[in-house]
């Protein structure tokens, strides 16, 4: 199986808030898993991604949990901006394998309020 | 160091017309893909490549589509005979390695 499931669909939070978006998958070779931010009409934007050999890494404003057994991984935004409304992407891969391509989720239409 | 480069940003096709979407790479980086996304939907592999070799194809349509990245010059991703469900955002992404993969700018087809 391929498929990474996002959610939620849509997610509103106040300004200082913390934006909480979830996903996961089915694949136990998927061993990358990168996390884009991507405004209307541009391309995503890689913002952070890990390994599965660690269970959480920040920078910034920006923590990705990742729970192996589980197969879930999430990507906690801090201290959340009117700036960080956009739509954000997970997505895994298999980085050894001739592929390499990205498996996006469905994507979260994040909205910070003022 | 520029990054990922898309041309045209914009493209109109008719209906049963041809359309030449290009890429050019980050410098230094030989590992090319192209996505599509849909409209309010999330972004799907077509085909990976490297210079003059197609590695991955697996997400192309069987039909009326194809890719190819040179020796010299972007890498094209060619549609014949477009039709309206063709009508989607193409990304374009390079990477150095197999890891971290950096999106351009897309190219947002119309079929008329």
């Known amino acids: 199986q391929q498929q990474v499931k996002q959610s939620p669909q849509s997610l509103i939070v106040q300004k200082g808030g913390i934006s909480i978006i979830n996903c996961a998958y089915e694949?136990?070779?998927?061993?990358?898993f990168p996390w884009y931010q991507q405004f209307p009409g541009k391309g995503p934007a890689l913002l952070i991604a890990?390994?599965?050999?660690?269970s959480e890494k920040k920078e910034g404003r920006f923590t990705i949990s990742f729970n192996k057994s589980a197969k879930q991984f999430s990507l906690h935004i801090m201290d959340s901006q009117p700036g960080d409304s956009a739509t954000y992407f997970c997505a895994a891969s298999i980085v050894e394998t001739s592929g390499s391509r990205l498996t996006f989720g469905e994507g979260t239409q994040l909205t910070v309020n003022p | 160091n520029a990054g990922v480069m898309q041309n045209p940003r914009h493209l109109v096709r008719r209906r049963g017309q041809e359309a030449r979407l290009r890429c050019s790479p980050m410098?230094?980086?030989?590992?090319v893909y192209w996505y599509r996304q849909l409209p309010e939907e999330g972004l799907k592999f077509m085909v990976y490549?490297?210079?003059?070799?197609?590695?991955?194809e697996s997400g192309m349509p069987k039909e009326r589509f194809s890719a190819e990245f040179p020796k010299e010059g972007p890498s094209i991703l060619r549609i014949q005979q477009v039709v309206r469900g063709d009508s989607a955002a193409y990304f374009c992404?390079?990477?150095?390695?197999?890891?971290?993969?950096?999106f351009g700018p897309g190219t947002r087809l119309t079929v008329l």
């Open positions: 992404a390079s990477s150095l390695s197999r890891n971290e993969q950096f």
């Open positions: 490549l490297q210079k003059e070799n197609i590695i991955d």
């Open positions: 694949n136990t070779a998927f061993d990358y």
């Open positions: 890990i390994r599965p050999d660690v």
């Open positions: 410098k230094g980086h030989s590992h």
